[in-house]
């Protein structure tokens, strides 16, 4: 852009004030000699070849100034300081060597000269150091791109670790119950349906010992239909590891996907909460969280459940946008609905932020528990 000004001017003026109006043509070649060369020195990586081409820069600027029109002297400042104005310590020595062709320059131009001079030499120091300044972050970023990418791919190995290991864990787990059954079950199965085999082959010859063979097969059985029911018992979580542990998952995969904050707490014994509540809790965390993305434009959102003497109470808040009076949608209503199916209640207030509370009693986790067995 610099250039581009300082021939535009220079044009103007040999133009404008032509010494003798038969150099004028000659004064328009060596403009766009003079422009060319200046193109080339951004084309040319090759630091010898830059240097030759300044230098011709400068020795055009001169003879156009002896020969054309003085004011091609006013172009000698930028080709002089593109020499020095690349190494920051050579800077100050490249504006003292711009100024010094003053004394040659002819008297009417002088202050010209000098203005172009000092003028030229802040530009091009400027942009310089600008392009410095942006070469170092494209190298910064390039490098970050390099980390981010690294990271990305560690990431994506450590994915595929956890999916690997949790598969591994799936076929030990099939692996252990697999061995467990077949060790205490397969084992009893065995031994009874030997123990009726002989009875079947007594009971004509000894009835009395046929019976006893049956019996002791009727124990071994009910040992094996015990460590069944042991089995499935151990395996099964509880209900309030269950419930729980979902809970904890969702907020966590909410937090990873989506830049809210979230803080969850419970207090009191979880286990009196049955499947049936949990899974009324969750529906209704889950539609409560839709809302306040969909509307309250928060930063923060509440979950505590508190598990009292008769009932549960599950409070959801955000630190949102909220509403006097609060418009039922579908989302509203089918909380209601759910919440209503075990004999509880549910509170919207929106007078500040956005808060449900969910209000469910606990003698329903008694019935639903008996029913159960």
């Known amino acids: 852009m610099l250039k581009l000004v300082s021939v535009g001017l220079v044009s103007f003026l040999i133009m404008t004030y032509p010494p003798n109006a038969n150099l004028v043509p000659w004064g328009v070649l060596l403009l766009l000699i003079y422009f060319s060369l200046h193109i080339m020195t951004f084309l040319i990586k090759n630091l010898v070849i830059r240097i030759a081409t300044l230098v011709t820069a400068i020795l055009l600027s001169g003879l156009g100034g002896v020969y054309v029109s003085p004011y091609f002297f006013l172009l000698l400042p930028l080709s002089i300081i593109e020499l020095f104005v ?28 000098l203005i172009m ?99 002791n097969a009727i124990g071994i059985t009910q040992d094996g239909i015990s460590s069944i029911h042991q089995t499935l018992r151990d395996l099964k979580p509880t209900t309030e590891q269950y419930g729980i542990n979902q809970l904890k998952l969702y907020l966590d995969e909410f937090k ?23 899974k009324v809790i969750q529906e209704n965390v889950r539609e409560s969280f839709t809302n306040t993305l969909k509307y309250a434009e928060a930063t923060h959102i509440s979950v505590d459940v508190s598990v009292l003497n008769k009932l549960v109470k599950i409070a959801i808040k955000d630190n949102g946008m909220g509403k006097e009076k609060v418009k039922k949608g ?18 919207v207030d929106g007078t500040n932020g956005f808060s449900v509370t969910t209000l469910l009693p606990l003698n329903n986790n008694r019935k639903d528990i008996a029913g159960s067995r």
């Open 86 to 113: 690349h190494r920051p310590y050579l800077r100050i020595v490249g504006l003292i060597i711009t100024i010094l062709p003053v004394g040659y320059v002819p008297g009417d131009i002088k202050g010209y000269y």
């Open 256 to 278: 990873a996907n989506h830049p809210i904050q979230t803080t969850f707490t419970y207090d009191g014994d979880l286990n009196k909460i049955s499947h049936l509540q949990w």
């Open 117 to 215: 001079a000092i003028f030229s030499w802040m530009i091009c120091c400027l942009n310089h150091m600008i392009t410095e300044y942006l070469e170092k972050k494209e190298k910064q970023l390039d490098s970050m791109r390099l980390i981010h990418d690294g990271l990305m791919r560690k990431v994506i190995d450590n994915k595929t670790f956890i999916r690997q290991s949790t598969y591994m864990f799936k076929l030990e787990e099939r692996n252990r119950i697999s061995q467990q059954i077949h060790d205490d079950v397969g084992h009893a199965i065995t031994g009874a349906l030997i123990q009726m085999e002989a009875a079947k082959k007594m009971m004509p010859v000894n009835e009395t010992k046929a019976k006893e063979l049956l019996t």
């Open 330 to 347: 579908l989302g509203i209503v089918g909380m209601e609905e759910r919440t209503a199916s075990l004999n509880g209640n549910l509170i």
